[in-house]
């Protein structure tokens, strides 16, 4: 995917000078995209070991639910300094709103509620619902659902050229990134590239390996999905001894 027609001139961060890429004065930059922790410390842990240096980590929502150790993830995405939307998992922790959810994620959304340090809490209400930015030039937009519907709207790898057309019109944006689907997903529509990482602490495509992106950004988009192993099993235990639904961890197991 080619450069906008735009012009930015930024300091290289690796030495004095300034690059010129054709007529445009830019940088690359490396981003790490992530999305639905869930309180898998040991997905996003692993996840982070796997990361090569990154300029910047971006999160598409949902830090907390399903999981069990929803203190220790908040607290190690403040330490990392992750850029992250709300996702309708956290907004639930924080508003007990479980409306949407079916019988299990709302059982879990309840565990998390009671569970959740002060700290946590400060964290997931002060997320915003969608993120805008502009890195090495490209206009990068971040949701957890769709630009429509921030929170809820699913929008998984099939979804037809005209719904994704709709779900993403209200973006203006180079890149949209999305999360809640669990699924990774790369698309094009109406000039935008639309990515979903997939899910690090829930993976649902049937692979039980965390999922993120990592994003290069400069003349050109570059994007690289990887997946890393980690302990599910230690998961599947902790969620076992904190009384939340068994299926929650064994799910893990197979990626679903």
Not at 104 to 119: D, G, I, L
Not at 234 to 255: C, Q, S, W
Request: aromatic letters at 8%.
């Amino acid at each position: 995917m080619g450069r906008p027609s735009e012009k930015e001139t930024v300091a290289d961060p690796q030495s004095n000078f300034y690059l010129s890429l054709f007529e445009y004065h830019c940088v690359w930059m490396r981003i790490a995209v992530i999305s639905d922790i869930h309180s898998n410390l040991e997905a996003f842990k692993a996840v982070l070991n796997d990361m090569p240096r990154v300029d910047m980590i971006l999160c598409a929502g949902d830090l907390v639910g399903y999981g069990a150790e929803p203190n220790e993830v908040v607290r190690l995405v403040s330490s990392r300094k992750v850029r992250s939307v709300m996702g309708n998992h956290d907004y639930a922790s924080i508003s007990g709103d479980t409306t949407w959810f079916n019988p299990v994620a709302a059982q879990a959304v309840e565990w998390t509620r009671s569970r959740m340090n002060p700290e946590a809490k400060r964290l997931i209400s002060s997320l915003p619902t969608r993120l805008e930015l502009k890195l090495s030039g490209w206009r990068v937009y971040v949701v957890h659902g769709s630009p429509r519907d921030p929170l809820n709207e699913y929008l998984f790898p099939d979804v037809p050229n005209r719904e994704l057309a709709d779900a993403t019109r209200g973006a203006d944006a180079d890149v949209v990134i999305l999360g809640h689907t669990h699924v990774p997903m790369r698309r094009m529509i109406l000039g935008k590239l639309v990515i979903n990482p997939g899910g690090v602490g829930q993976p649902r495509d049937r692979d039980p390996r965390a999922s993120y992106v990592i994003m290069k950004l400069g003349s050109e988009i570059e994007v690289e999905n990887r997946r890393v192993e980690y302990d599910f099993r230690a998961t599947a235990e902790k969620i076992k001894k904190a009384g939340l639904p068994e299926e929650l961890g064994t799910r893990l197991f197979f990626g679903w």
